[in-house]
């Protein structure tokens, strides 16, 4: 069954010690205390560097049965001139284990620099390089562009013919393609400001609940508009993160989302 999963980006972050983690936590039960009181992470550290087998079980181990990570692939297979030639970076990463996640494996996210332009040939190549599925696990997989190129039809015909979303970045300097193109959303909104308590102000909060809902249930949000894709009223999931922005408050945020819902 389709669900809307609402979370943060990572959950190792001084500044939540004593604002959402209770002052005295062990930083060794911070995964544990965020998976319960969120539905969703982004795994950040991915994207830096190879992480172990071992690690992602770990990861598997210490969160609920019904939790979903999201995790973001390497930079060394997006942060490149060619894309085509990411093969090596791709195998990597899914050799390091990922699929130890099991069924709390939700999307891979592939974020791209703001100054990588969209070629059509090239990035062709480069979604054929990713893997359907990885030791018996299925894969999910986002793109996330950040160059005005990208809004481009031919780019979104490209990632509904791979059945790969197009990430949805809200509130920020980044280009915000609103195209469903996959049979999950991936919504991350970037806006919060430390000196609201809540991260946004509480009406907004629950347009962002109302926002979700329409996309989980195939409709196109209120005061949005899509280059291409047109509305199938099909239920999806809905993976949104609330992240950057005044990170401090993006917690409070989530869990209002997930109160709203």
């Known amino acids: 069954m389709a669900k ?24 060794k039960l911070e995964l544990k205390y965020a998976s319960e009181h969120v539905t969703s992470i982004e795994i950040n550290s991915t994207y830096y560097g190879s992480q172990k087998p071992d690690t992602f079980q770990k990861w598997h181990d210490e969160t609920p049965d019904d939790f979903v990570f999201s995790v973001k692939a390497p930079r060394f297979a997006t942060n490149r001139k060619i894309l085509a030639e990411a093969a090596p970076s791709i195998e990597k990463f899914f050799e390091s284990g990922v699929a130890k996640l099991g069924k709390k494996l939700g999307p891979i996210n592939y974020q791209f620099s703001e100054y990588k332009k969209f070629e059509p040939d090239d990035f062709a190549k480069f979604l054929g390089l990713l893997p359907k599925s990885v030791d018996g696990v299925t894969l999910r997989h986002a793109l996330e562009v950040r160059n005005a190129a990208f809004a481009d039809k031919d780019f979104i015909a490209m990632a509904k013919d791979h059945n790969m979303a197009i990430v949805t970045s809200i ?37 962002w609940a109302t926002r979700a809902t329409d996309w989980h249930e195939g409709k196109i949000p209120e005061g949005y508009e899509n280059l291409a894709a047109k509305p199938d009223g099909k239920k999806r ?14 917690p409070q945020a989530a869990m209002e989302i997930i109160k709203q819902l």
């Open 171 to 207: 509130d920020s300097d980044f280009p915000q393609i609103n195209d469903v193109t996959a049979d999950f959303v991936y919504v991350r909104i970037m806006g919060t400001k430390e000196k609201e308590p809540l991260g946004y102000s509480k009406p907004m909060l629950r347009k």
């Open 4 to 27: 809307i999963r609402v979370g943060i980006g990572g959950w190792n972050f001084e500044e939540w010690r004593g604002t959402f983690y209770p002052k005295g936590l062990s930083q």
């Open 237 to 250: 999931d809905v993976f949104f993160y609330v992240i950057s922005g005044d990170k401090v408050r993006n």
